[in-house]
């Protein structure tokens, strides 16, 4: 069993930044793939991006390309969203969530077997 806890999440301005970090449980969580999610008043779950165990690699939708940054600290079992220029858009629920069977990075919601509770992200213009 693993167990996914988001903080980090709050109020901003459009054009500031937010970290948000996920704390996960299991001793194995090196070999996690982990991914960030996003679900945006009124519509369904989308990828953010996710972050693969086996060599760090990152994947983005494209419209966080460049702002977004996701990293991982395997000793402190906890992976970050670094989230720069926020839009007014980008105000979501955002989860994490991990998958300790794969290698690589996914984009499928259902690809992902263990979900975090969510940190709400409000971006004020």
């Known amino acids: 069993q693993v167990t996914l806890v988001e903080s980090g999440g709050g109020l901003v301005q459009a054009g500031g930044s937010l970290r948000l970090s996920c704390a996960a449980s299991g001793h194995t969580f090196s070999r996690y793939a982990m991914g960030w999610f996003r679900q945006r008043p009124g519509k369904e779950r989308e990828f953010v991006g996710g972050?693969?165990?086996?060599?760090?690699?990152?994947d983005y939708r494209d419209s966080v390309m460049g702002r977004f940054t996701i990293s991982r600290d395997n000793a402190k079992n906890t992976v970050y969203l670094q989230m720069n220029s926020l839009h007014v858009e980008d105000t979501a629920v955002y989860y994490c969530a991990a998958n300790p069977a794969v290698m690589g990075v996914m984009r499928e919601a259902d690809e992902y077997t263990y979900w975090g509770q969510g940190t709400e992200v409000t971006v004020s213009s």
């Open positions: 972050i693969s165990w086996s060599d760090s690699s990152t």
